[in-house]
């Protein structure tokens, strides 16, 4: 259930009310302001790091936000890492994104799509000059860009469009007539994904097109769907990828995205047939193939689907034709996210987040573990702090990735022989002059069982010791994620406001093992409540926060537990629940990730043990709840329902609660329009204000 949201911007009148009601007024007159909403019209953030071959340049996307459309804004950015220099590729406005170096370093193929138009197009650029060498646009948007090994060929995926479905015979509509829209025929298990809505039809298949530009010919056919990353064998007659071409395979649970199924087999297709091999024996929750480059062996994620919520993916490996798998480093308790093979073919580079910190390292065939990098941050998400990264590998095992930096927005860094750099300094002309949160680890204890509870705390701007602050518990969504010490907008912004911020790994979280994160399993919520009270209690501790103006907030599984807080106590002055799930029963049945939930969250259905799903939903608690609580959805959330913020306000109401109901218009659970995302935040201090006693001056 984690929320993304995308891009920042609005009028020149929002403009103004942002600034009005910005974070930063309550310490007007200090030497250096603070961050305030408005701010987030000039931040930029690195994402998708693809280092050149030959480790002399990154090509990477640049995220920015147009303050005139509300909008997110990315361009493909080349820097140069002996200089720091950096061009940008492409002049013409638009989206820009999925930069991939050919394999010889000097040419770079990209996606582009004009504003207004809904087309896609794939261009290839050679560099050195800047002249395109191909450029063709597709009414479907291409993923999964792979340059062939010797550069004359690209592979990508791509929907192939089916008619909607009907039923019955449609009736006949006069010319010129204005009829509604056809109605909408579902029979597809996943036939949603928030943020996008209704699944398209069709398949997603290979297609195969000339470097030097052309009519790309679509390779796979048939009802199944061909899923990301892509392989080339070196030989550029096959392609790796997943698929799941099992009888029924329909009727498999999709991944949490709905992108796919969450189990597919690894086969190596012809790309000038398109026949299939199976290296799999049997499917499985199998990800990432990758062939490696003296194509003798296959690495690829997979684990054993125990079908519980979190289970290890580990680095498979095994020869090219399907034989003598086995696993490496299957000592790790923890989540390999991501691989690539070093250039020699000896050992796998990867990506796994360790107590809440992103880290890469490398690990030779034969299992040993070389740490290369850490504290990186998630480019594909700057709003709240969720551990995670971007990297990529060049032939000299030079590698590139999204860093955190000193509290900043994810930079780009390049570690190489032990030695790190920072190349790009996006953010430098607007946080330099600020003052920002600073981060500090708080050490948690839980009072249920004594286990040790990862979390920290930002310090307002302009902290001052022996002065006490109003606190807030802010707590992280999934419930299957985890925070770390990087950056995050929204947590910035509540400190601003004059807050000690306070966020932590409960029991549930990943990134502390398999069996820590399985703790809730069949028991959420329960005792990550008792985790998060103890970090409110060891932040009181230390001495510095004002134990009569507590508050708490969360998003989605935040939202989930925010809701079941203000049900079991009554220590906060105000609440501000986001996204949340309410009713365990009614999201079953309305989510759009019920089938994965099905499958790996509970052992039964709702109408088969309907005492669980009430005793774990926040609503049988909302009797006991009397902390004022504002209730916040985007009303197209497709993954904790509308329904469910709505069930908890109107119980609310029935009961004489404070509270209030705030649904922004358009906004689905992953994706909030950038204005939207400061309404929200500027929502949330206002409540919060009300009930603040400290004497503080806030936003109203």
């Known amino acids: 259930m984690r929320t993304m949201k995308t891009g920042f911007a609005g009028s020149l009148l929002l403009v103004a009310l942002l600034l009005g009601n910005g974070s930063g007024g309550a310490w007007a007159g200090e030497a250096a302001r603070v961050l305030e909403p408005a701010d987030v019209f000039r931040l930029q953030w690195v994402s998708d790091p ?6 002399g340049a990154v090509a990477y996307v640049r995220n920015a936000n147009d303050i005139q459309t509300d909008e997110s804004v990315q361009t493909v950015w080349v820097a140069d890492i002996a200089t720091g220099g950096e061009k940008q590729v492409g002049s013409a406005p638009g989206m820009y994104g999925s930069p991939r170096w050919s394999p010889d370093g000097k040419r770079l193929a990209y ?42 060929s690209v592979a990508f995926l791509m929907r192939v469009p089916e008619a909607a479905r009907t039923l019955g015979a449609p009736v006949a509509r006069p010319a010129g007539a204005k009829w509604a829209e056809p109605p909408l025929v579902v029979e597809d298990l996943n036939f949603r994904i928030d943020g996008a809505g209704p699944t398209p039809r069709g398949h997603v298949h290979l297609f195969v097109m000339p470097a030097t530009g052309g009519a790309a010919r679509q390779v796979t056919s048939g009802p199944y769907n061909d899923v990301a990353p892509l392989s080339w064998t070196p030989d550029g007659h096959g392609v790796l990828l997943l698929s799941n071409r099992e009888k ?18 690894i086969y190596r297709v012809n790309v000038a047939d398109g026949a299939y091999t199976a ?3 049997h499917s499985a929750p199998n990800r990432e193939p990758l062939l490696s480059p003296d194509g003798t062996h296959i690495a690829w994620l997979s684990n054993t689907d125990k079908r519980v919520p979190v289970e290890n993916e580990r680095i498979h490996i095994m020869s090219a034709d399907g034989h003598d798998a086995r696993v490496l480093g299957g000592s790790l308790d923890l989540s390999v996210l991501n691989t690539q093979w070093s250039a020699d073919s000896r050992s796998m580079f990867f990506l796994y987040v360790d107590r809440g910190i992103a880290k890469v390292a490398q690990m030779s065939l034969d299992g040993r573990m070389t740490p290369v990098a850490e504290q990186l941050a998630d480019g594909t998400f700057v709003d709240l702090p969720y551990s995670g990264g971007q990297f990529s590998v060049a032939a000299n095992n030079a590698v590139a990735y999204t860093g955190a930096g000193d509290v900043r927005p994810p930079e780009l860094f390049v570690t190489h022989e ?20 600073q981060i500090r680890e708080l050490p948690v204890t839980s009072a249920f069982d004594k286990r040790a509870i990862g979390a920290w705390e930002l310090l307002p701007p302009h902290y001052a010791q022996g002065r006490k602050y109003p606190l807030i518990l802010e707590i992280h969504g999934g419930p299957y994620l985890s925070y770390g010490p990087v950056f995050g907008l929204e947590h910035q912004l509540l400190a601003a406001a004059g807050y000690i911020v306070v966020y932590a790994n409960p029991r549930g979280s990943t990134s502390y093992g398999e069996a820590f994160a399985n703790l809730i399993h069949n028991d959420y919520p329960s005792h990550d409540y008792d985790d998060l009270m103890s970090a409110v209690d060891a932040a009181i501790a230390r001495g510095d926060v004002d134990a009569n103006n507590l508050f708490v907030t969360g998003q989605s599984g935040g939202g989930v537990l925010s809701s079941w807080t203000v049900g079991m106590t009554h220590r906060f002055r105000a609440a501000a629940v986001r996204a949340p799930v309410i009713n365990w029963t009614s999201w079953m049945l309305t989510s759009d990730m019920y089938s994965y939930a099905a499958r790996y969250w509970f052992d039964k259905f709702p109408w088969e043990d309907q005492q669980s799903y009430w005793s774990h939903s926040s609503l049988s608690h909302v009797g006991n709840v009397t902390t004022p609580t504002v209730v916040l959805v985007g009303d197209q959330d497709l993954r904790t329902t509308v329904g469910e913020a709505e069930q908890f306000y109107q119980a609310l109401q029935l009961r004489n609660v404070p509270s209030a109901l705030v649904k922004f218009p358009g906004a689905s659970h992953i994706v909030f329009r950038p204005s939207q995302t400061a309404q929200q935040m500027n929502a949330i201090l206002a409540w919060f204000a009300r009930y603040r006693t400290d004497g503080a001056q806030a936003s109203p």
């Open 418 to 437: 032990g030695k790190v750099r920072q190349i790009t300094h996006l953010n430098e002309g607007l946080l330099s002059h600020l003052q920002l949160a």
């Open 111 to 152: 996606l582009f799509s004009a504003p207004g138009s809904k087309e896609t197009r794939l261009l290839i650029q050679t560099l050195q000059d800047g002249k395109t060498a191909a450029s063709v646009a597709f009414a479907q948007a291409p993923r999964a860009i792979a340059w062939s090994a010797d550069g004359t």
């Open 279 to 281: 290296l799999t024996e």
């Open 50 to 55: 693809q280092i050149r071959p030959d480790g």
């Open 248 to 265: 029924g395979w329909e009727r498999m649970p999709g991944s949490i995205s709905a992108a796919s199924s969450v189990v597919s087999r």
